[in-house]
């Protein structure tokens, strides 16, 4: 192969590897979780004021309607949320033992401040804090993966 070509070959791997978001090792992804579970997220140790009953849990699942589903889907698992891989991390299911695994406070603590640097933002200032503990009993008692369909605003 001659010079030229075989530079240009060299050039084009070098700009498409850079370019290319390789998703994260194993072991950075278990850092990750291990600092947020033990050092970013805080409050342990808070229970949630609000009685599990039907009346409470309806009230999480609304307030999860308006404020979360654009991102997390109506389940809490992703479905019908066009960019859930793409995102850098890829969005989880709310579902999963990672995210379950949180204590209440924890997942309160969460939606209070939003995870930061990515894309998780604080509700503080816009649910109060009855809505807040609302969707920590919603978050408890996902329904099945698939079975609310996609949120109306991505459907077509
Ligand atoms: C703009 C999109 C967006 C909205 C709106 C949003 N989230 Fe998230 N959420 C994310 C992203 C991105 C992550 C992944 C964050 C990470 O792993 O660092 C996430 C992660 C989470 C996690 C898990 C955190 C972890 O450590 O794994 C919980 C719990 C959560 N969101 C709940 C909610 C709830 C409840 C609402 C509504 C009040 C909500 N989110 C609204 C984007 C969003």
Redesign the pocket.
Known sequence: MRAPIRFALLLAAVLLGGCRVSPPSKFETHVVVFT?HHITVRNKSQRNPMAMNAQNLAAGKEA?GH??T???GLDGQNTGVPFAET?S?P??S?ASA??QRYTDGQ?KW??DNG?SP????A?KTI?SDDERWS?VLY?RHLPPAGSLGEPAIYSH
């Open positions: 947020k999860f404020y979360c654009a991102c997390h995102l991390p969005l989880p709310l990672d995210v997942l969460i939606l995870i990515s894309g998780m933002p509700s649910l969707i978050l």
